[in-house]
Every structure is written in structure tokens, then in C-alpha cells.
């Protein structure tokens, strides 16, 4: 998916049908191998596609509404936020993976959308949020603790219990700085893993 979006950018910028028909059968692709085995992670998961593909469509490369094409990626974040099976804040398959995915799915969308599916994954945010609280409480990962605070730093643009995020980016700063470690935006999740995926189109 990294590939493919990367590719939708080229054909727009160059005009360059051809990259344009080799992304969409890249998207094609995932599509046809998405089935109920698909780990749920953000990492090489649904999260992590359902995220790509909300890009996709906010960004007008391909027409659709996003509310109907991940409308059951949304229905399985949120019950997986209702029972909680994980422990992990960590990106890549724990509860920031569901964070950066409801991040995707509300960024885009007007302050005064009162749709079901909106107001759905508002209520879902802000139990994740307190999940996320219950779970940076606990934790002395280094790692997760840097997951955490730039997803929260996401969050914040979202207008959604500043409060309560507030005083979790203090936490972590506090944490960060007790530490005394360096810490980094896990972009290679965020993106494109590598360029060397792109070398055939280069």
C-alpha cells in the first residue's frame, strides 16, 4: 500500500497514467488478500490498510466514501477497544495501532459531523484514550512510552477530551525526561518501509 500510494503521488505529479494503473492493481491487490485471518495489527495489518486506504480517499485519488468501504475495519477497532485483548501500547501491533487508525479516520472530518459512524468512533476514541491511560501507567518500555506521546500529540488535533490528553503528554514528558533517553516518531510504520520497494519505478 505504501508503494501503491507513493506511485498515486508520481502519477499526479509527471501525469504518468501507467503508475497510476500499476498502483490500483497494487491496491487491488491487497484488497483480494484481506480475509478474517488478517492479523488486526497496524503493522502489515487491517489497521495499517484501512489506514492507507482512508489516505487514498481523502486525498482524491480514487472516489468513494471511506465511511462505507471501512465500515467493518471500523465496527472490529471499535469492538476490539470494547474488550481490550491486547496489553501493548506499542505502534506496531498494540493499542497505538487502534489510536493512529481512529487518528485517520476523524482528522479529515468537519467539526460538525454528527453522522452515526462519527460520532461511533468518537465514543470509541475516548475509551481507548482512558485504555491508553490505564496501560502508560503501567509501562517502563522505553519504546512504547515514545509511541504513545507522538500518537498522543496526534490526538490533540482531534478536539477530543484535551484535558485527559493533556495530562498524558505531561506523563510521558515527565517519563521521557526521568529516562533521560532519546525518543522518535516510529515514522517506518507511517510510511513507506523502504525505498528499495520503489527501485523497479525509479
Request: with cysteine.
Amino acid at each position: 500500500m505504501g508503494a501503491a500510494i507513493y506511485l498515486l503521488h508520481l502519477a499526479h505529479i509527471i501525469q504518468n497514467g501507467e503508475y497510476e494503473k500499476t498502483a490500483s492493481e497494487l491496491i487491488e491487490a491487497v484488497s483480494e488478500k484481506l480475509s478474517y485471518e488478517t492479523p488486526f495489527s497496524y503493522a502489515g495489518g487491517l489497521l495499517g490498510v484501512g489506514c492507507d486506504f482512508e489516505y487514498i480517499i481523502a486525498n482524491g485519488f480514487v472516489e468513494g466514501d471511506s465511511d462505507e468501504v471501512l465500515a467493518e475495519i471500523d465496527h472490529l477497532t471499535r469492538h476490539n477497544v470494547d474488550i481490550r485483548p491486547f496489553d501493548t501500547l506499542s505502534l506496531g501491533d498494540g493499542v497505538c495501532g487502534i489510536g493512529h487508525y481512529f487518528y485517520h479516520r476523524l482528522r479529515n472530518k468537519l467539526p460538525d459531523d454528527d453522522s452515526a459512524i462519527t460520532l461511533k468512533n468518537k465514543e470509541a476514541l475516548i475509551y481507548l484514550v482512558d485504555w491508553i491511560e490505564e496501560l502508560l501507567l503501567k509501562t517502563k518500555n522505553k519504546n512504547e512510552m515514545g509511541d504513545t506521546y507522538f500518537l498522543l500529540c496526534r490526538l490533540r488535533e482531534l478536539n477530543v477530551i484535551h484535558f485527559k490528553i493533556d495530562k498524558m503528554l505531561a506523563y510521558c514528558l515527565r517519563k521521557i525526561a526521568d529516562f533521560n533517553y532519546l525518543t522518535y516518531d516510529n515514522y517506518e510504520l507511517l510510511g513507506i518501509h523502504s525505498l528499495k520497494l520503489l527501485r523497479q519505478w525509479m
